[in-house]
């Protein structure tokens, strides 16, 4: 449950969460690939529930709040911000340790915990707590243990944090004049996607969002068609990079996925045997076009959302749901994975006649492709958020894991 943002013994407390292109058209590099089979490094997940709040981060609902959160740090900036926990080794709930007074010092000052009396060098259940609280509005994993990535995050500077708000302010003054009454809002670093209507998020989901080294892009379009069912037209850089070497290792592996192989790229180019091919040709797949059939393999999933863009960027489904419960959620090549990406959907196809989700779901269970048009196109705003306020002024930050914060020049936002 949310809380209201309070001022406690002189401290303001920053209450946390408890814990396109038409598939007619095929460009040679649009960007995504999911190997059903590949081992998956990543061990951290998450059991947080997405956050429930009605409140959009977008429009004025979103900009004053981080204007009166840039005051408020400003405010404890003029105390003296707050000092360094010392590095060390892993602090747990139960231990005793000097660190932890100075850990106690941090999270009173951001309001993350109360004051409580008792031995201060004791982590108890109250730093426990209110650690987490910390860690959740940081997009850490809640786990209440201070390990590296925890104490990097406390010990950042309140004048760098105060620079994030400001950058993210610019951010949000920008997009502000184009909102509809009904949008759809990707927060990149946030990791989350928002459907907003009325000035009310509808529903709030989770997102996978690219790689580091193949980065989401930021861009405004319109939502204008979905495919059920979406055929798959491989990248010519996927083809060749993450899918030329399982070919070549495998000589099954193009059927095992429901990859057929085409001459050239156009619309009318004839189906080649894969047997007659010669893979180790290092242009081979500047020749040849790969492209996955509809089905429960789909790197796509049973849905594309689509919207007009140079960048060949979409919204959609993926067969491995798993990833979504990642607390780090950046595994794609580019494009936007949607947890229940059905509910999404059915959202966007409410003024499409007879687009229940009811008709959706019996679509996509038989199999058979088909383009949706939508009868009024939905506004899409990417966006690469890396701090906002939240309901009742949660104030939450991200890792500038794309390095992008620093290409923004923000004005100081209060004077």
């Known amino acids: ?10 401290l303001f407390a920053f209450a946390a969460p408890s814990v396109a292109l038409a598939s007619s058209s095929y460009d040679p590099v649009e960007s995504q690939w999911t190997d059903p089979w590949a081992p998956n490094s990543q061990t951290q ?34 105390w003296g911000g707050w000092q360094p926990v010392p590095q060390g080794e892993q602090l747990r709930k139960g231990m005793r340790d000097p660190r932890v007074a100075a850990l106690r010092k941090r999270l009173l000052t951001t309001g993350d915990m109360s004051a409580s009396e008792g031995d201060q060098q004791a ?61 759809v809002f990707v927060n990149i670093a946030g990791q989350e996607v ?32 979905i495919a059920l069912n979406p055929y798959w037209n491989v990248p010519l850089s996927i083809a060749t990079k993450d899918l ?21 790229w156009a619309n009318t180019s004839t189906e080649v045997d894969p047997a007659t091919i010669n893979w180790s040709d290092p242009s081979v797949t500047s020749q040849y076009r790969l492209r996955q059939d509809p089905s429960r393999l789909n790197s796509l999933g049973t849905v594309k959302i689509n919207f007009p863009n140079n960048q060949a ?26 947890e229940d990406v059905r509910d999404l959907i059915a959202w966007l196809l409410e003024d499409n006649g007879g687009w229940d989700r009811s ?49 923004i020049s923000a004005p100081s936002a209060l004077n």
């Open 1 to 10: 449950m949310m809380r209201r943002l309070l001022l406690v013994s002189g």
């Open 45 to 78: 997940v998450t059991t947080d529930p997405a956050l429930k709040s009605t409140v959009p981060t977008l429009g004025d609902a979103g900009f004053w709040p981080v204007v009166r959160a840039i005051s408020m740090y400003r405010q404890i900036e003029g």
């Open 123 to 183: 982590f108890d259940e109250s730093v426990f707590e209110g650690l987490r609280r910390f860690q959740a509005r940081h997009g850490l994993f809640p786990d209440g243990v201070v390990g590296r990535g925890t104490i990097n995050a406390l010990n950042v500077p309140v004048a760098e944090r105060i620079r994030l708000l400001e950058v993210n302010l610019k951010r949000l003054s920008d997009v502000a004049p184009t909102l509809g009454k009904r949008y």
């Open 194 to 225: 928002e459907a907003v209507e009325n000035g009310e998020v509808a529903m709030r989901k989770r997102v996978i969002v690219g790689k580091e080294d193949r980065q989401t892009p930021e861009l405004t379009s319109k939502v204008n068609f």
């Open 244 to 264: 030329l070497p399982k070919i070549k290792a495998n000589p099954k592996f193009l059927s095992r996925m429901g990859i057929r192989v085409f001459k050239g």
């Open 313 to 338: 960027i979409y919204l959609h489904d993926t067969p491995v749901k798993s990833l979504f419960g990642r607390n780090a959620r950046n595994f794609s090549s580019g494009c936007v994975r949607v």
């Open 359 to 407: 008709r959706i779901d019996q679509t996509i269970n038989g199999g058979e492709h088909m383009d949706v048009t939508l009868t009024q196109k939905v506004p899409i705003y990417l966006m690469y958020l890396t701090a906002w306020v939240g309901e009742d002024g949660v104030v939450n930050f991200r890792d500038d894991v794309y390095k992008r914060d620093a290409r």
